[in-house]
């Protein structure tokens, strides 16, 4: 167990998405959840939560109908036999795409140089992963090489506008170039419906733009024998990549003028990256002498030597997404909010206008702090260097409703004293002292709570906390015991504990399960029905 990999990745995450802030942000406060529960309801013994649990799973599967999302699986199966994926499209269309992406170096046989795939899904693909990519591994320039390889990409989303309709005798998608304005996909399926997916993007954007340069040298060293002497070759890649990202971004598909699936997307990302990495990949060969049969030979061995940095500048105010997707009535909406003491987010879930799930989080944190931290631990080589302060992260607060019927309400008031027990339990544990180890996990349990309520009730029924036991684990013969932590339930009715494995049991939910099974049967049997 590693003492900072709880913090580490907390941190990380911070450090990915927030790091080197030059605007400005605006300071509004994360205020905690507020749980939409109030009013008071009679403890129920465990089992007859059990009953209740059942029964509103059993309405939410209920809700959920394989066959209303047929039409989508049909469409598949056509566009699956039809096989649309291997249609080439118009050259004028690759030709637009190729011009956005230009390189300088490469040999005709070198990989990067290889011809683009002619597939209009393919090629939109291709282009995302090129932009990934450059955000990972964005390059910048350096002298004394042997061979430099330059890559430029600018582009935005309306480089990927025009029309497309398929043409099964020549297995061709026909580019309409006078559409202009969105990209847009129209067939007729097998039943003569017709279907148009239509991507569109704002006017207004926001622009990501990485640099950087990658160095790579590779040595060989003979020390002796026939060989001796060393040969060094040295290349670079210098990338640039400029993405123009629309503010806000639809996505629909229709049939017959039905909306069949509406996404949209409101956000505002904006960032700057910068990356540059030096490698040396030394091969060795030592010579040695053999009396036997052979005359002699070299022993091999290899060494790397890298070192690296990047700076990456956000508004992280410029984070916040607002996105509402529909399929067939099946609704989810996300929003965030990110400011300069927290971060905030809540999600939606519902069926033809029915909530079925929602989630509300917040974290109340000093996120220039974390961002100085972040910076610091990548910086650090070794792990154990890593200096971390908790109190920069302050208060986090969670809520979950299934279907007004099913509460979890979830915070923890000071961040730093769970940080200090985790430590705590690790270092039981680096100590091999479960006695310990025991005690620290419940002073982890003091640290927060997540409790269980129903019908938006105050009334808590049950909480979960963590229990710490001993596991006998055995491999040939060998046995020996590890300290482990599990949930369990502690109910309130009659401060009764379960482990989640002995209370969820598929006996006590059999009902709940069947019905589970049987939707998994009802969405593979339609799947079977097509492909």
């Not at 070299?298 to 940095?309: Q, V």
């Amino acid at each position: 167990m590693k003492k900072s990999y709880l913090f580490v990745g907390l941190l990380a995450l911070g450090m990915m998405m927030f790091q080197g802030c030059e605007k400005k942000p605006v300071v509004d406060p994360i205020d905690p959840v507020k749980p939409d529960i109030e009013g008071e309801m009679e403890e129920l013994a465990p089992s007859e939560q059990k009953t209740r649990l059942q029964d509103v799973g059993l309405e939410f599967i209920d809700a959920i109908k394989a066959g209303t999302h047929e039409n989508l699986v049909d469409v598949m199966a056509y566009m699956d036999e039809a096989d649309f994926e291997e249609f080439e499209i118009d050259e004028d269309y690759i030709a637009k795409l190729e011009a956005l992406y230009q390189e300088t170096g490469y040999d005709e046989e070198d990989y990067y140089a290889a011809a683009r795939n002619s597939n209009p899904i393919a090629a939109i693909r291709g282009l995302m992963t090129i932009s990934l990519n450059a955000a990972q591994n964005g390059v910048q320039l350096a002298a004394n090489t042997d061979r430099i390889y330059t890559s430029t990409l600018k582009a935005g989303l309306k480089d990927l506008y025009g029309g497309f309709k398929p043409d099964a005798k020549y297995e061709t998608w026909v580019y309409d170039k006078s559409i202009t304005d969105r990209l847009e996909v129209e067939f007729t399926d097998d039943h003569n419906q017709k279907w148009v997916a239509t991507l569109k993007g704002s006017k207004e954007t926001t622009r990501i733009h990485v640099t950087g340069y990658d160095k790579n040298t590779d040595k060989d060293v003979y020390e002796g024998g026939p060989e001796a002497g060393s040969t060094t070759e040295t290349w670079a890649y210098d990338n640039e990549y400029t993405l123009d990202v629309p503010k806000q971004i639809t996505f629909t598909v229709k049939c017959n003028g039905k909306a069949v699936v509406d996404m949209t997307v409101n956000s505002s990302l904006a960032f700057e990256a910068e990356y540059n990495e030096e490698s040396v990949w030394t091969s060795y060969r030592q010579w040695y002498e053999s009396d036997w049969y052979y005359d002699g030979g070299y022993y091999e061995w290899a060494d790397e030597d890298w070192a690296g940095s990047y700076s990456l500048k956000i508004d992280y105010t410029n984070l916040n997404v607002d996105a509402k997707l529909n399929v067939n009535g099946y609704e989810e909406a996300f929003k965030s909010n990110v400011t300069k003491e927290g971060i905030s987010a809540n999600a939606e879930v519902k069926i033809d206008g029915k909530s079925m799930l929602k989630a509300e989080a917040a974290l109340n944190a000093d996120i220039d702090a974390i961002i100085k931290q972040a910076n610091d631990a990548a910086n650090v080589e070794d792990e154990d260097e890593i200096k971390l302060d908790p109190k920069v992260i302050k208060e986090f607060t969670m809520y979950v409703d299934v279907m007004g019927k099913v509460q979890i309400v979830g915070k923890c008031d000071k961040f730093e004293d769970l940080y200090d027990a985790v430590m705590d339990v690790e270092n039981a544990y680096d100590e091999d002292d479960f006695k310990k180890f025991a005690r620290n996990i419940e002073q982890i349990n003091g640290t927060y709570s997540v409790t269980i309520h129903y019908d938006k009730t105050e009334t808590v029924q049950a909480n979960v906390e963590l229990e710490a036991y001993e596991e006998i684990y055995e491999d040939w013969g060998d046995e020996w015991t590890d300290f482990e932590v599990r949930p369990i339930l502690i109910f309130a009715a009659d401060d009764s504990r379960y482990c989640f494995e002995d209370y969820f049991t598929e006996s006590s939910f059999n009902d709940l399960v069947e019905a589970a099974q049987d939707l998994a049967e009802d969405f593979e049997n339609m799947f079977e029905r097509y492909f």
